[in-house]
């Protein structure tokens, strides 16, 4: 089992910044994805960055490539995402999630999400 909380959002201006992080804590040692996801009213979740160690991959939506940027801190089982030049259509809550490989399978973990709101 692994508990995840995120902190770091808030109301930030159009082209502002913002760092997310996400503490882990529990079986931290399997973890083998770390990702970032969010939810914008009435859409679904998506996809916004991912990092997956055991082949150093990282993957990121279109819509947030050269701005954000995904980051882990392994002894401080830490996942930070970096936010610059942010826009009104960043807007959403922001979900933590890691996986964790257990007898071949990846379990998913998520975290309670933190709201970003960027005015314009």
């Known amino acids: 089992q692994v508990q995840l909380v995120e902190s770091g959002g808030g109301l930030v201006q159009y082209g502002g910044s913002l760092r997310l992080s996400c503490a882990a804590s529990?079986?931290?040692?399997?973890?083998?994805?770390m990702a970032w996801y969010r939810q914008a009213p009435g859409k679904e979740r998506e996809l916004v960055a991912r990092y997956t160690k055991t082949i150093g991959a990282t993957t990121y939506a279109d819509s947030v490539k050269g701005r954000f940027t995904i980051s882990g801190d392994s002894p401080k089982n830490m996942v930070y995402l970096q936010m610059d030049n942010l826009k009104p259509e960043d807007t959403a809550v922001y979900y933590c999630?890691?996986?964790?490989?257990?007898?071949?399978?990846?379990?998913?973990?998520w975290g309670q999400g933190t709201q970003v709101t960027v005015s314009s």
């Open positions: 999630e890691v996986e964790t490989l257990v007898n071949s399978r990846l379990w998913p973990y």
């Open positions: 529990g079986s931290t040692a399997s973890i083998t994805v």
